[in-house]
């Protein structure tokens, strides 16, 4: 599959716990965005990192919420200390070198469930 | 606050008749918009999308209108068929950068009755 892979599909954590979603961007896509999709709600930009440079993170809360994309592996958003509130899917996108129109391809999502 | 808005969350339309799925913004330093596709618990999905320098972009049973000086676009969907429904996205980008980051508006749940 060629596609953009994120694990884990599902993931249930409980208040107090930390989260770690991954993806891995579809082959030779060097761009990498993460969104947010609430219940109810629309996608919402958190993070967009190339290799080992996070390019624009003006969607991320402050606090708690992280995300890498090293040199080698996948790109990895990571949430500490989870709270009720993170309960979302959160879908990672990727674009290739020349992406330049917004075109993105998303994953099939992590949801996240905070007990 | 919104810059991309989808004010109908749900469009129910019979099985060969026309849907029409309607997208407002707010920042007119877009120059970009999509529409994406999602299926229950999948992933988005690329669908069509225009330049600001066309009014009109078509693509088989979809095309996608254009209104700049409205800030105003719209999905037409003709003939749909029960296999197009889905919650449909709209999403608009600006350079940023030299970067083109979508935003998205909240979508709209479209029914195609057979």
């Known amino acids: 599959n060629a596609g953009v892979m994120q694990n884990p599909r599902h993931l249930v954590r409980r208040r107090g716990q930390e989260a770690r979603l991954r993806c891995s961007p579809m082959k030779g896509h060097s761009h990498v965005y993460w969104y947010r999709q609430l219940p109810e709600e629309g996608l919402k930009f958190m993070v967009y990192l190339q290799k080992e440079n996070i390019i624009d993170e003006s969607g991320m809360p402050k606090e708690r919420f992280s995300a890498e994309f090293p040199k080698e592996g996948p790109s990895i958003l990571r949430i500490q200390q989870v709270v009720r509130g993170d309960s979302a899917a959160y879908f990672c996108a990727s674009s290739p070198i020349t992406g330049d129109t917004g075109e993105l391809f998303f994953g099939e999502g992590s949801r996240l469930t905070v007990l | 606050d919104q810059q991309v808005k989808q004010n109908s969350p749900s469009l129910s339309v019979q099985e060969g008749r026309i849907s029409i799925l309607n997208c407002d913004y707010t920042?007119?330093?877009?120059?970009?918009f999509l529409w994406y596709k999602k299926y229950p618990a999948e992933g988005p999905t690329f669908l069509i999308s225009i330049s600001s320098i066309k009014d009109k972009n078509e693509d088989g049973r979809f095309t996608v209108f254009l209104n700049k000086s409205a800030k105003h676009l719209s999905l037409h969907i003709v003939p749909s068929q029960p296999g197009d429904s889905a919650v449909y996205f709209c999403?608009?980008?600006?350079?940023?950068?030299?970067?083109?980051?979508?935003?998205f508006g909240r979508g709209t749940s479209l029914i195609v009755h057979p």
């Open positions: 920042n007119s330093m877009f120059d970009y």
């Open positions: 999403a608009a980008s600006a350079p940023s950068g030299g970067s083109y980051i979508p935003t």
